[in-house]
Nanobody, 122 residues
Framework: VQLQASGGGLVQAGGSLRLSCVAS????????MGWFRQAPGKEREFVAA????????HYKGPVKGRFTISRDNAKNTVYLQMNALKLEDTAVYFC????????????????WGQGTQVTVSS
């Protein structure tokens, strides 16, 4: 599985962005999908995950109520809608595929995209 993330950019605090991650290869619907982020000088951290069918989701505490993860298995795509963005959301965002479920640790994931930069300005 190859993953291609896009949709990042520069946005003012309080604004919105939608990230997309397109998967190539077969069996996208068999993978749980997750989004992680890495800010400068910090370790990569979990943001959100969604189950294979899309019926289950998990979110990191600080993004709950602001971010929404979704997927379209017909398009092999997972999305991260980010609203009410804050300065601390600035990071490179990565999508990842988890064969076994919807983990919250990066070690749970089998495939990774290249990352897309999100910069929130004041």
């Amino acid at each position: 599985v190859q993953l291609q993330a896009s949709g990042g950019g520069l946005v003012q605090a309080g604004g919105s962005l939608r990230l997309s991650c397109v998967a190539s290869g077969r069996s996208f619907s068999l993978y749980g999908m997750g989004w992680f982020r890495q800010a400068p000088g910090k370790e990569r951290e979990f943001v959100a995950a969604i189950s294979q069918s899309g019926t289950q989701t998990h979110y990191k505490g600080p993004v709950k109520g602001r971010f929404t993860i979704s997927r379209d298995n017909a398009k092999n795509t997972v999305y991260l809608q980010m609203n009410a963005l804050k300065l601390e959301d600035t990071a490179v965002y990565f999508c990842a595929a988890d064969w076994d479920g919807i983990g919250i640790h990066d070690s749970d994931y089998d495939y990774w995209g290249q990352g897309t930069q999100v910069t929130v300005s004041s």
